[in-house]
């Protein structure tokens, strides 16, 4: 019996499976973490286009001038509408279930906008088929300098 307990014949097989399991997991977690964060970059930089394309959302009967400095007034509709023809125009790649969540003026100088989609995991699709959500907000101001 002691023979048997000093055999080490074998015992480095169970090592070599655990640390190729931790591998693949750690693999498969950096995979799934660059995905989201380059889908969220995706995401953020459409909304950003976006927010810029409402913030530029005025007529020039819509600027007033304060003290000596022009200022453009933003209202909410138009801004909305400059945010969705950006979009219908904007190459929208994959994102799932493109959304605009919200797309305003809060204070009359700045737009506001929200966008969401879906990200799947590139790897296990079978832990989130309908995905998850990722939302950005982005706000941009026109200046007249």
Do not use: C, H, N
């Amino acid at each position: 019996m002691r023979r048997l307990l000093r055999d080490e014949t074998g015992s480095t097989i169970p090592l070599i499976v655990g640390f190729a399991v931790l591998a693949l997991a750690l693999i498969l977690t950096v995979v799934s973490a660059s995905s989201l964060y380059l889908e969220r970059k995706r995401l953020f930089d459409l909304a950003d286009g976006a927010a810029l394309s409402g913030a530029e959302a005025f007529d020039i009967d819509d600027v007033v001038i304060v003290g000596s400095v022009p200022r453009p007034v933003l209202r909410s509709p138009e801004v909305a509408d400059a945010v969705a023809q950006y979009l219908a125009a904007a190459s929208t790649g994959d994102l799932v279930d493109l959304k605009v969540v919200d797309a305003e003026t809060v204070d009359g100088k700045s737009a506001t906008v929200t966008l969401a989609a879906y990200w799947r995991p590139p790897v296990f699709t079978i832990l989130g088929q309908q995905g998850f959500p990722v939302r950005v907000t982005v706000v941009a101001r026109s200046v007249f300098d």
